[in-house]
């Protein structure tokens, strides 16, 4: 069935690093994808998206471009703030209707 | 639109107990969905829904949940009987058709004591 892989977090940064956060995913078809961010106490909000291969999602400095022919959709932001720190999840929705989530990754960045 | 409404935010109960979860999706929207997140699994899909019908509800973990939709605005999720294992966050999502983007509630913190 569908899945979706992210890399493990905690990830800790400086601020104003670069930030790659990996997603990998498998799906029939030609599913959609998202990077959804989730803050402490609260529910996932959608960050970006991508509908279709070579698209480029983009939101608030956040960048993932939807790489078919490696089945990846990793997240970047080229200078990350205190305020970004929250979970992040790479998420698919494939053919069945399903919306399908990453485990999540826990971006902490320090001042 | 005031977003996805989940009811109650938080909700402690005793072991045995039934517990109901509610949720209001967006007006308009035709999918809706239910999952769980726990510090041990993430975020697991329980049950989604498409014009009100039981799509897939493969992530149910057992007899003991149960979900309905009797209308477009409006779903619950039930434990009956609750167990300490089923503490975990529920949250509740809509999403305007099913290749869009989902958009969550605040989401329901359940503790089974």
């Known amino acids: 069935g569908d899945s979706v892989t992210q890399m493990e977090g905690p990830v800790t940064l400086s601020e104003e690093a670069f930030l790659t956060i990996n997603c990998t995913y498998t799906a029939t078809g030609y599913p959609s994808l998202f990077w959804y961010v989730q803050y402490p106490g609260e529910g996932l909000q959608l960050l970006l998206k991508a509908t279709k291969a070579d698209d480029k999602g983009s939101n608030k400095g956040f960048e993932a471009t939807y790489r078919k022919e490696t089945t990846s959709f990793h997240l970047e932001k080229g200078s990350v703030q205190v305020s970004d720190s929250a979970v992040y999840f790479c998420a698919l929705l494939g053919n069945t209707g399903k919306l399908i989530f990453g485990q999540g990754t826990t971006l902490q960045v320090k001042p | 639109d005031a977003g996805v409404i989940q009811s109650p935010r938080h909700e402690v109960t005793e072991m045995g107990q039934e517990v109901t979860l509610r949720c209001k999706p967006i007006?308009?929207?035709?999918?809706l969905f239910w999952y769980r997140q726990t510090m041990m699994r993430g975020l697991e899909l329980l049950i989604y829904f498409n014009n009100n019908v039981p799509i897939d509800d493969s992530g149910m973990p057992e007899d003991r949940f149960s979900a309905k939709m009797p209308n477009a605005s409006f779903s619950t999720l039930k434990i009956q009987p609750s167990e300490p294992r089923d503490s975990a966050v529920y949250f509740c999502?809509?999403?305007?058709?099913?290749?869009?983007?989902?958009?969550f509630g605040q989401g329901t913190r359940l503790t089974v004591v």
């Open positions: 007006s308009g929207h035709n999918s």
């Open positions: 999502a809509s999403s305007l058709s099913e290749v869009a983007e989902a958009f």
